[in-house]
């Protein structure tokens, strides 16, 4: 439930009020608005009866939450959630482009696509160390050496970093070298490692499952954030169809919906959703157009020799083509980029 409380409100009522909502076996989670002051109550216990909250000092209303998650959603919170990130904030009016390679390969490799995507306007360095592969033959990354070196790289550039995480102990080294950690599409519904992230103290780009509904992955969502973890990132990166074309179906509508029901920022990777780098730059354009706060896009300095993903890896000519068409349309729908 959702307690609203008045304007006028003070701490003392606020904090008894909290006492009380803790002993019937509720988690609270203040929100303070620049409207109002709410307080987020979830559990799945419900002793404590909504009508006596209502006259408590410092109540204005208790409202029930009608979806199944709570503090991801727009009902709890109406304002957008901005994650901030050194002084970058992602899901505010500026749209954040993440960028780089795939996989973290080599120190050459990555200070080149740091570099590349820096210069054509890039907030954060992308590139995997721990990749979590179709085939177990495929390389699996540099692991810790390749978390060093987007460490050392991204302190070069003055870039902000992520990288995938896929387990406890993947989770626990990124979180010593790595201002974001990455939840993958194959471990959406990791809840393990769901709630260890919300307690990793870095914020969470959190990727659409494969064939995930958009409510599982508001759910998955909400267990990093009810883990003590309000700084999670939402990234459609496609899904399962019968359409074998492209990589995955690029699912726009989800994006323009996430932005309805949830408060977090959500972002959109146009690389593993089509696996094309030719669909990229149109389906960035088409992102940006439908309300994404960002782009999370695969660059590597020559994509030919890539060791994961070449095909829908852009080389940096055509990162820096993708960003000049990009600003107009920015422009034109409100954004700054
Ligand atoms: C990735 O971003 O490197 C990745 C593996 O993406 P996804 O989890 O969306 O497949
Ligand atoms: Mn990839």
Redesign the pocket.
Known sequence: MVVVMKLNTNAEQIATLDKRLKAGGYQTHLIRGTKRIVIGAVGDRRPVDPAGLESMPGVEKVLRIMRPYKLVSREVQEADTVVKIGGMGIGGNKLTVIAGP?AVESKEQLLLAARAVRRSGANVL?G?AY??RTSPYSFQGLEEEGLRLLAEVGAQTGLATVT?VIDEESLTAAARYVDIL?I???NMQNFRLLRLAGKSGKPILL?RGLSATVEEWLMAAEYIVSSGNGDVIL?E?GIRTFEDSTRNTLDLSAVALAKQLTHLPVIV?PS?ATGKRELVGAMSRAAVAAGADGL?IEVHPDPTIALC?GPQSLDPGEFDDLMTGLRPLATAVGREL
Do not use: F, L, M, N
């Open positions: 795939c992308r995997g990749k979590p995938e990455q993958g599409a194959r990727k990234c990166r990777d593993h999370i993903d």
